[in-house]
């Protein structure tokens, strides 16, 4: 009988979560996450927001920003620089004033 190869599908936060759940269940004391569930995380911000996946996971909003930028750099916002100078004409869009001051 053939068997037919189905692709893992990305985790959800729900797997995330039980995954931590498990690990924070039969850690040693004060030991650090491990890098598998830090990049777990990490591979939710496609779908999902930093601010979401971290309280949902318990974690520290500004670690786990962190590991999305060394994990995920590709899912950072470009910025885009340009040396070229831009001068705008606002004269042109603004009508003219006049002011009178009167003085005694």
Known sequence: MD???????????EDVR?????????RKHR????ESLWEGAAGLCA???????SRSLHLDYNAL???VC???PESLPEFVTSSA???LDLKASLPEAECLVEME
């Open 70 to 72: 060394y994990f995920h």
């Open 3 to 13: 068997q037919q190869f189905t692709p893992t599908a990305k985790p959800t936060i």
């Open 18 to 26: 039980q995954r931590f759940e498990q690990w924070r269940e039969s």
């Open 85 to 87: 100078f831009v001068e």
């Open 65 to 67: 920003k962190r590991r």
């Open 47 to 53: 779908d999902h927001s930093i601010y979401r996946i």
């Open 31 to 34: 030991t650090p996450i491990p």
